[in-house]
């Protein structure tokens, strides 16, 4: 291996610690979910890791990796079929764009710019209401802060072709807020299973025998960037971890339509919740079709971003 291409690697594995948060703001607002979008962010990390000893220059790394990101959501978003109004073809929306589009500049156009904390809390299945270029440029510039230059070169667009995605975007986000009165509204999500308010019990009572039982005998478990294991013997090891913590207490819930634990470290309040603060941790559930066990888990623990903008409901008591 050349001196070149190991110190690529170095930075690139550096970068990657840093980057992995706005990777996954960027993701998830793509494909609208915060778990689909660690999904998307694992696999341009993968897909970068391997493409990069084929490289025979070293690329702009960072510009190189959101490339990457955009093109493996919109695999993603063709692969499932999760269709739009308007085309999957990152050019779309903007080979079509006017002459005045063109000239449209950020710092000329303050009523459709979105504030920071706005775009950041905005839900994240809102911006799937964008066609991909205009989501694109407006996660990149509204949501992450980055300059125009690093959002043309990210997106192998011009920059008038990016400021036409941002008014476009923005445009149509307002007009959003206007029909809705700029409210997200929570959908009351079904009912949460029945296991899943058991497994919670058992996990918050420490009974890890009961717990274990509630496993197929061919449960699969990942732990998000850490392991992934097969079988309750092997899964059973997994318990051990939270065993030898204190402090931490579960809530069945629902993330992204997914049912399964938020994890809090403050301690259990009245009507068993936890006193306050914000998950810090969600576990994906999958029940068996016959509803008593679970058949396979899912721990986001080690990618501790994926809950700060992730909208959690708890299940009622």
Known sequence: ?????????????????????????????????????????QDTLARGYYELSGLQEPPALRAWLFRIAHNRALDYLRRYERRMSEPLDPESDTTTATASDQLIDRESDPGL??????????????FS???????????????????????????????PAVKAALHRGRTRLHALATVDGGVDADVMPPKISPAVRRYAALFNARDWDAVRAMLIDDVRLEVMDATSRRGRKEVGVYFSRYAGREGWHMVAAWLDGRE???????????????????????????????????????????????????RIMLART
């Open 260 to 310: 399964g634990l938020a994890v809090f470290d403050s301690p259990q309040g009245s009507g068993g919740r936890p006193s306050g603060g914000k998950p810090v941790n969600f576990i994906e559930l999958t029940v068996s079709g016959d509803g008593i066990a679970i058949t396979r888990i899912r721990d986001f623990h080690h990618v501790w971003y994926l809950t700060a903008d992730a």
């Open 1 to 41: 291996m050349s001196s070149t291409l190991q110190q690529a690697r170095k930075d690139f594995l550096a970068l990657v610690e840093r980057l992995r948060p706005d990777l996954h703001r960027y993701c998830a607002r793509m494909v609208g979910s915060v778990i689909d979008g660690e999904d998307v962010v």
């Open 129 to 159: 209401e964008l066609v991909p270029t205009q989501r694109s440029s407006v996660i990149l510039k509204d949501v992450l802060d980055y300059s125009l230059e690093e959002i043309a070169s990210a997106l192998e667009l011009s920059i």
């Open 113 to 126: 710019i979105l504030p920071r904390e706005q775009a950041v809390t905005l839900a994240v299945a809102r």
